[in-house]
């Protein structure tokens, strides 16, 4: 066991809080539904960037590489100014989702670069250029472009082709729980002598305007280079600095006058720093040397190709020379850190699959947030202050009133997603399983907690509508993790976890059953279910053509969440054999799942179209024929996720599951004949439970792996490659629409217009579609081939396939034979210079044909199951049958 897995066993049993302190601060506050006290949901311009260093913000904190404790009373960041910029780089800039011609961006460069499960050693780098930041160049060369056009970044303004810029290396080293290190490494990579200051600074998240606080918390100078923080509930941490830096205070209250108009009820406010160092002014710093806000503030001249450092000591005790040991802190924890990820990467033998994967795990450690949100007290305003508009009281979240969420929570990406999507959190949990599956298991039980499961069963989706409904991937989450914490602990399976989820999973089970089968067919609606505008229509909103949509999607996500409850179910037998009359349950639903699919209430309506072999949408208009919308898309892909094996010796261990299984197979011979072939026993005896029968399964793959249609040389595309020159086309009611195949950003505003499932590459779908080749592999135990690419006449197993696939998603991170990487696309500086091209971004999703990086650029998130398949890429050059077994295979 190495230093760093000492410490999630310390942390574990509860002898050491290691987790305690982390990078627990979004990366934007400002624009969210929380801070949002508009009359009419406006959140984006309810609170601007511009308006946020004058703000204090109610519901959370912000900052630019920073820390906090895990219930974010304290926080720490770094602040930067090169002497020309309009105001100090508190924060990361970028365009609200009006301002962007493809949603909301962050327009600034940084990296997630390594970070230890217990924060015992993290390293982030913030690119700073040393010229003005072009804020409103970006701003108007967005506001000139459309959807048509690409987004313009920050490295399309120029200002980083001369290298006039700072490289600035953030990096933290914890001696003991409480006792952190913090380092600013300044790198000039201009040709001149460069200013910059440096503004490492404390803040109180502002808590004291709630009733819960009895006393003010106060930050105070103690000596000449040390700032203590005073919290009555937390006692005192010393901030102890390096050098000679300039200490200034002030409050975290807002600037009323400022913002508002209206008098100041402070006299010390939050944008006091930020005004003194930018413009000298100085009227509402605190001259007594105390407040709940302060700085250090160093003023560095740095030259051409030089470095300076930063340093600093956070400790829960008055210690003597803070400074001295800070090198050698830093130094042994980066070893440790070393050392931890060398012993996960072992079998990782490629040096640029070894960097691209420590970074995805980087960023999900990174990724972590503290999240507040208390909907009752956000819809009927704090006690002694103004109400929120009326309008709120019936508006968003209105009826989530018990949902108090006041937790640590892996973020998709701390500035464009600073909220919690449910099934993006489920993938999520997939990779830091491996590094720390205690957070993972904690994670999942979280979102099933009743603080944030709605009492009639609901998972909340995201905050700005938590009615919406995204997939029911939490059960496979639950499922897979319990296999991976059960293969890391020697073969014993965590009981408790498993038992807490299914419990709560029952409850949303029964949930989808009553809200999204209306009329009771055993066939789902759903909505959008997170892939936004994949259809030719909003499917949220099917009501608006005064039709009912079925889908295929929430149907297959469905039978896939039947058979996911069926497998946990079987896996509990293991500790209590009563589990076996809820496997029979969810058998039963996955079955009349699999007949409703091919009859529609009888009608002979199938969601399965004998015509394309494919499986689509249908929508039915009152008083006319059902229109089968004929798209292409992942949609028709998603029935393959249903599908797990059994082997037959668990028959025999569990009497009653193999008489319900016995009484299926004669008395509902038309439904057993839907599934695929588990009457007929696979390798070893194995037994297959699946949508997919050979023929449909056979006619699916056969689209999937054709490069005409869904795949693409970095994986698998969103929708065919064939609606690139015939698009699909609709007739409702008068209207005429169109999905056309579109393979980098969307070209519509549906869903704001921030995401694209028209023909991008997204790591989720490929995630479950290469995992279900795999288990489809393990029944057939390697008899069982396909044409791959289709018309090749090369045939190979579905487990090769898998494999292939696996590289085609990691190729897009992966150096070409020129050393280019393709999420880079034609950006010689990213691709070239020394101080870019080993840097990685994490993007919400990829080019369907070029594999460029699009969208969210740090969705370190789902887009982080890379990792994973950097593992299983390397693990399946030696899998054998036992590892087959235990990680899909029900005993």
């Known amino acids: 066991m190495n230093i760093e897995q000492q410490r999630l066993q310390e942390d574990r049993e509860r002898k050491k809080h290691w987790k305690k302190w982390g990078p627990y601060l979004t990366e934007r506050q400002w624009g969210t539904v929380r801070e949002d006290y508009s009359p009419n949901g406006a959140a984006w311009d309810n609170v601007t960037h511009d308006e946020a260093r004058s703000k204090a913000y109610r519901w959370g904190e912000e900052g630019i590489g920073g820390i906090s404790d895990y219930k974010q009373n304290i926080c720490f960041a770094w602040a930067f100014w090169n002497g020309k910029d309009p105001m100090l780089k508190e924060r990361l800039f970028g365009l609200t989702g009006h301002q962007g011609n493809h949603g909301e961006d962050v327009k600034e460069l940084y990296y ?90 404390i803040w109180f998240r502002k808590t004291w305007f709630t009733g819960h606080e009895p006393f003010m918390p106060k930050l105070s100078l103690n000596g000449e280079k040390t700032i203590k923080a005073f919290s009555p509930q937390r006692g005192n941490y010393f901030f102890n600095f390096d050098g000679a830096p300039e200490f ?49 503030i160093y003023k560095l001249i740095i030259p051409p190709g030089g470095s300076q450092i930063v340093k600093l000591r956070m400790t829960h005790q008055k210690t003597e020379a803070a400074i001295e040991p800070c090198e050698q802190i830093m130094a042994d924890r980066k070893r440790e850190a070393d050392e931890f990820y060398g012993e996960l990467q072992e079998r990782v033998k490629d040096e640029d699959m070894r960097n691209i994967q420590r970074q995805a795990y980087a960023g999900m450690m990174w990724g972590k947030q503290f999240y507040y949100y208390n909907v009752e007290r956000w819809l009927e305003g704090d006690p002694g202050r103004y109400s929120p508009p009326k309008e709120r009281k019936k508006g968003r979240n209105s009826d989530w009133r018990h949902l108090y969420n006041q937790d640590i929570i892996s973020m998709p990406d701390k500035w464009e997603y600073p909220w919690y999507a449910v099934w993006d959190s489920a993938f999520h949990c997939i990779p830091i399983s491996r590094l720390d599956p205690d957070f993972a298991k904690g994670q999942l039980l979280l979102f099933l907690n009743e603080s944030y499961m709605h009492p009639n069963g609901q998972i909340p989706a995201y905050e700005w509508n938590f009615n919406d409904v995204n997939p029911p991937v939490h059960a496979y989450a639950v499922q897979r993790i319990y296999q991976i914490d059960k293969k890391m602990n020697g073969g014993k399976g965590d009981q408790e976890f498993l038992e807490r989820a299914f419990h709560k999973l029952m409850i949303n089970f029964t949930w989808w059953v009553n809200q999204k089968d209306s009329e009771g067919k055993n066939i789902f609606e759903g909505g959008f279910l997170g892939l936004d505008n994949i259809s030719v229509i909003d499917r949220s909103h099917a009501h608006k053509y005064k039709g009912k949509l079925e889908q295929a999607d929430a149907t297959s996500w469905m039978a896939m969440f039947s058979l996911n409850m069926m497998r946990i179910s079987l896996d509990l037998c293991e500790f209590n054999k009563t589990y076996q009359y809820t496997a029979t349950k969810f058998l039963e639903h996955f079955l009349y799942i699999a007949g409703a699919m091919s009859n529609i209430s009888g009608d002979n309506i199938s969601l399965w179209n004998d015509e394309e072999n494919f499986f689509f949408d249908v929508f039915h208009l ?66 297959l439970f699946a949508l997919l029968r050979g023929h449909r399964m056979k006619s699916i793959l ?3 792996l054709d490069s005409e249609e869904f795949l693409s040389d970095y994986g698998i595309r969103s929708l065919s490659k064939s609606h690139e020159k015939k698009p699909y086309t609709l007739r409702i009611n008068g209207d005429v629409l169109s999905v056309k195949y579109t393979p980098g950003e969307s070209d519509t505003m549906m869903f704001g217009g921030n995401s694209n499932w028209r023909g991008p590459i997204w790591f989720p779908i490929n995630h479950l579609i290469i995992e279900s080749l795999r288990k489809f592999d393990y029944y057939y135990g390697g008899e069982f081939s396909i044409e791959y690419p289709t018309g090749s006449g090369n045939y190979v197993t579905m487990d090769i396939i898998a494999r292939e696939l696996s590289l085609r998603c990691i190729k897009i991170f992966l150096k070409d034979e020129n050393g280019h990487r393709p999420m880079y696309g034609k950006n010689l500086k990213m691709q070239e210079d020394p101080h870019f091209k080993d840097h990685l971004l994490f993007y919400e999703y990829f080019h369907g044909d070029n ?25 399946s050059e030696r899998r054998t049958a036992e590892d087959a077994e235990a990680e899909f295979t029900i005993r």
Request: glycine share 4%; proline share 6%.
């Open 851 to 875: 594999g460029n990086g699009l969208g969210a650029s740090h969705q370190t998130g789902w887009t982080g199951l890379v990792a994973e398949m950097i593992h299983k890429y390397y693990k």
């Open 248 to 296: 200034k205070f002030c409050d975290n209250e807002t600037n009323r006058e400022k913002l508002y108009s209206i008098p100041n009820e402070k006299m010390y406010l939050k944008d006091a720093i930020n005004d003194y160092v930018v413009n000298r002014y100085s009227r509402h710093l605190n001259p007594n040397d105390f407040g709940t806000k302060a700085a250090a």
């Open 702 to 704: 056969n689209k999937m």
């Open 622 to 687: 009152p008083g006319k024929e059902p229109k089968v919308m004929k798209l292409k898309s992942v949609v028709g892909i998603i029935p393959l996720f249903a599908v797990e094996s059994i082997r037959v010796e668990l028959f025999d261990s569990l009497p009653e599951f193999k008489e319900r299984l016995d009484f299926f197979l004669k008395e509902k011979p038309k439904l057993a004949a839907l599934v695929s072939s588990w009457i007929q026993p696979g390798f070893e005896k194995r037994r």
């Open 112 to 201: 997630y670069l390594d970070s230890t499960p217990t924060h015992s050693y993290m390293k982030m780098l913030y690119k700073y250029p040393q010229n003005e930041f072009p804020y409103k160049q970006i701003l108007e060369e967005n506001r000139k472009r459309t959807k048509a056009d690409p987004e313009f970044e920050l490295i399309d303004t120029g200002i980083f082709d001369k290298d006039e810029y700072f490289d600035i290396f953030l990096e933290y080293a914890k001696n003991d729980a409480e006792d952190i290190t913090a380092f600013a490494t300044i790198h000039n990579r201009g040709p001149e002598d460069a200013e910059i200051w440096v503004i490492p600074t």
